[in-house]
């Protein structure tokens, strides 16, 4: 193996995310430790804020640039990222826990026999090995993990790993590559955007509603806080088995595993399901009427009392913080 | 058409989790198993695939004796047969992947479904790994699917969207929620399920690509503060929030 750490990074209407530069900070920090260069692979056909990259100080990129990889295609990004990882001979493939890393890095670790470690949430580097952790029973425990494999596939959780800025002194030198004969057997035709909302999965903040809200319309209340906070909605099991809210905002075991900065539960009263899915939140506000409820066992900051008073009042206050 | 479906037997979501003397695995005393919630989609995919093009529908799972409980839950659903792939040792996706190839290139199984992830180690991998061994093509997280001759499309669920996916057989398909709603046992089936064969199988032994070195609990959240019981309470909230905790 050279020293290499490939940091697969993910763009989505041309524009890289920002679980693309924690990627590229997580794997500086891998580098650091086995004395590797990183160098970042992207697809795409134009993407607007590549040069961003070398402020995290990434100063070398392989972009397989071609209209056909604008969206993402399994088949052809599994082939692409192993042609990089053959030209470079990298030991470490950094993604991003997304659908779209997901979906990849499992391919790439099953061509390469590399063991795959998900939803990485912390990393120990002080040791002779590289001591990995990760979240089991969709965070009920966490799990200590280190690679047996030469190569080594890791998807890190978004919004936990800080993305540094860092100075490099060479100019970002981008390899763009000739793309043919894609193998697109297994490609996405078309995107369908939810109308205009943040997905919990990528939030910084999030206000969620249980059952406590009583019925479909007075989600209303959630989604005027989270429209002033530019917070993503999300929901407990409850809410969802009922058909007040779609599936893909729900939060816990059997939903989205997530870790925002604020969590704001209001209405929920913390099923161990719902607990599991958000106890790694920074912080988190609690609003329900039963004091008593285990939601309050994970709250920083509870209130006990009307989610039907509280909410409008909440909503209002904070505009005014902000105005 | 011949369908595989993969399913793993999996600690029910309500489970407490209390960390085994071992320190690697959880403390299975008391622990209710069931089938993991995603693979009950997969097997209610195929049987619609079976419905729709005829054949047959193999449940094949990785795991010990106790597994089969979850295979009869899929037989009681209407499944054909079950194979159990019989192993005591802790596989990692990998090993578990590699045995479900096997049997299902074995079977020569022309689409494949299963669960998105296991509600156990939640690595949503399996399915990915399994069709790379296979050579198939894969869709995962599925919430849409259609098959048209060879041809599939599919709707994957991903951050703020779906994608529509085109693709073709031979597959792997893995389901998330919202595929459809699994059937219900009837209890025809449920009496049927009994007489229903479950092979078993020995898989070799296999190396892990990965090891776990101890599992443990996340250091508890301290409980904080309830501030108040009204709205008096939330000038206060909006103080801590934006002094104490920094976050708006």
Redesign the interface.
Known sequence: MSNTVLAILEQRENKLKKVSFEVLSFSKNIASKISAEVIGVVFGSNIDNLNDIHKYGISRVIYYKCEDLANYSPSAYTDLVIEAATETKAEYFIFGDTALGKDLAPRVGARLNAGCIMDCMSVDLTGDSIVFTRPVYAGKALIDIEFKSDQKVVTIRPNIFKANVSEVSQELKVELKEVSNLNLKTRVIEYKKSEGKLDVAEADIIVSGGRGLKAPENFSLVENLADVLGAAVGASRAAVDAGWRPHREQVGQTGKTVSPTLYIACGISGAIQHLAGMSSSKYIVAINKDKDAPIFTVADYGVAGDVFEILPALTEEIKKAKA | MKVAVCISHV?D?????K?GQDEKL?DPTGVVYIIN??DEFAVEEALKTKEKFGGEVIAISVGNENSKESIRKALAMGVDKGILLKTEKIL???GI?RALADEIKAQQCEIVFMGKQS???????VG??T???LGF?????V?DLKIEGQKLFA??????????????TPAVITA???LNEPRYASLKGIMASKKKEILEKLIPDT????????????VA?Q?????????S???E??R???EE?K??
């Open positions: 600690p979501t309500a489970t407490r989790v960390i959880i919630p995603y990692d996706s990998f992947a509600v156990d180690y939640d690595d949503s991998i990915q790994i069709s790379e061994l093509s894969c869709i995962s997280n919430v709707e994957r669920e991903i951050e703020g969207g779906k994608e529509v996916v085109e693709s073709e998330q929620k919202g190396e892990n690509l990965t090891e776990v070195l101890r599992m443990r609990k996340p959240k409980p904080g503060r309830i501030i108040g019981t009204d709205v309470a939330v000038p909230l909006v801590l929030l934006h905790a976050v708006i």
